[in-house]
Nanobody
Framework: VQLQASGGGLVQAGGSLTLACTAS????????MGWFRQAPGKVREFVAA????????AYADSVKGRSTISRDNAKNTVYLQMNSLKYEDTAVYYC????????????????WGQGTLVTVSS
């Protein structure tokens, strides 16, 4: 199973960006998927996640209210829309999936995409 992330780029502070992550197989559509990010010199951190049906979502405090995660299982794709971007949102964003059930949206992902760079200019 492979995850392909896209949508990163350079954006001005206050702007918006939508990331997409497409899975190569439908398997991941049965389970939660998430987004993580890693800024230069920092550890990878949780950003947002969504359960298999889309009914339950979770967000890091740092992006809550500014971001929306969604998914289209027919397209094996999860999205992360980010608004009011800040300089500190600059990072490589990774999508994550899992091949097993867990109710915890924050941890426990065993499939990772290659990452897409988001750069927010101040």
């Amino acid at each position: 199973v492979q995850l392909q992330a896209s949508g990163g780029g350079l954006v001005q502070a206050g702007g918006s960006l939508t990331l997409a992550c497409t899975a190569s197989e439908r398997t991941l559509s049965k389970y939660a998927m998430g987004w993580f990010r890693q800024a230069p010199g920092k550890v990878r951190e949780f950003v947002a996640a969504i359960n298999w049906s889309g009914a339950t979502t979770a967000y890091a405090d740092s992006v809550k209210g500014r971001s929306t995660i969604s998914r289209d299982n027919a397209k094996n794709t999860v999205y992360l829309q980010m608004n009011s971007l800040k300089y500190e949102d600059t990072a490589v964003y990774y999508c994550a999936g899992r091949t097993f059930y867990s109710s915890d949206l924050y941890v426990g992902y065993d499939k990772w995409g290659q990452g897409t760079l988001v750069t927010v200019s101040s």
